[in-house]
T-cell receptor, first 117, second 109 residues
Framework: GAVVSQHPSRVICKSGTSVKIECRSL??????MFWYRQFPKQSLMLMAT?????????EQGVEKDKFLINHASLTLSTLTVTSAHPEDSSFYIC?????????????FGPGTRLTVL | GQNIDQPTEMTATEGAIVQINCTYQ??????LFWYQQHAGEAPTFLSY??LDGLEEKGRFSSFLSRSKGYSYLLLKELQMKDSASYLC??????????WGAGTKLIIKP
C-alpha cells in the first residue's frame, strides 16, 4: 500500500511555543490530505481537510488561526500548532487520499504525539 | 445527523472467532472501511465494502448490508497480535470519512 510519513513522531514543548508537523506521501501524489487528533481512548477527530494549492477546510470548533495548515505540494502538508498550551497535548495523525488507489482509501501517517508542558 | 455505532469493547479467546458489528446512518454512502489501530499507533487499512455481501481477505472478512445500514468485521483464528481497536468508517456523499468510536478487542490466551 501507499506510504505516508509524518515528522516528528514525538515532540515535547513549552507552553506558548509553536510546533510544526510535516506529513508526506512518499510514493503517490495526494491532492487531499487530512489532519486528525485523537485523545486517549477516543476515536479520531477530523480537524481539517487540506487540498493542494488552496485553503484548508476546518471542521466546526477547530480554530484555523491556531492550527495553521499548508499544503503547498502534492506530497507535503504541514500542520503548525501555534502558541501551544497543555490542552493541545494529543496524538495528531495525518492521512492522504490516493486518488489512483483501488478504493479511494486514506493512508495514515504514523502520528505525532505532542506534549505541551 | 450522521452516526456510526459499534461496541466499545469485546473480549475473545485466542484461536476463536469474533464478529464486530457496525451500524451507520449517514448522508449518502460511498463505501465502508474497517481500520485496525494498535495502541499508540496510527490506523491501518483492513477492508472496504461498497456493494452488499461478504469480502474475504485471509483471516479477516467484512460484510455489508446497505439496506440495513449494517456491517461486520469477522476475525478468525484469533491471535494475540489481533488485540487492537477496530474502527468502522463510512464515506459519505461528500467523500468524507465518518468515523465510529472504535471497538477495543481484547484477546485472552
Amino acid at each position: 500500500g501507499a506510504v505516508v510519513s509524518q515528522h516528528p513522531s514525538r515532540v515535547i514543548c513549552k507552553s506558548g511555543t509553536s510546533v510544526k508537523i510535516e506529513c508526506r506521501s512518499l510514493d503517490f501524489q495526494a491532492t487531499t490530505m487530512f489532519w486528525y487528533r485523537q485523545f486517549p481512548k477516543q476515536s479520531l477527530m477530523l480537524m481539517a481537510t487540506s487540498n493542494e494549492g488552496s485553503k484548508a477546510t476546518y471542521e466546526q470548533g477547530v480554530e484555523k488561526d491556531k492550527f495553521l495548515i499548508n499544503h503547498a505540494s502534492l506530497t507535503l502538508s504541514t500542520l503548525t500548532v501555534t502558541s501551544a498550551h497543555p490542552e493541545d497535548s494529543s496524538f495528531y495523525i495525518c492521512s492522504a487520499r490516493d486518488i489512483s488507489g483501488l478504493y479511494n482509501e486514506q493512508f495514515f501517517g504514523p502520528g505525532t504525539r505532542l506534549t505541551v508542558l | 445527523g450522521q452516526n456510526i455505532d459499534q461496541p466499545t469493547e469485546m473480549t475473545a479467546t485466542e484461536g476463536a472467532i469474533v464478529q464486530i458489528n457496525c451500524t451507520y446512518q449517514t448522508s449518502g454512502f460511498n463505501g465502508l472501511f474497517w481500520y485496525q489501530q494498535h495502541a499508540g499507533e496510527a490506523p491501518t487499512f483492513l477492508s472496504y465494502n461498497v456493494l452488499d455481501g461478504l469480502e474475504e481477505k485471509g483471516r479477516f472478512s467484512s460484510f455489508l448490508s446497505r439496506s440495513k445500514g449494517y456491517s461486520y468485521l469477522l476475525l478468525k483464528e484469533l491471535q494475540m497480535k489481533d488485540s487492537a481497536s477496530y474502527l468502522c468508517a463510512v464515506m459519505d456523499s461528500n467523500y468524507q470519512l465518518i468515523w465510529g468510536a472504535g471497538t477495543k478487542l481484547i484477546i485472552k490466551p
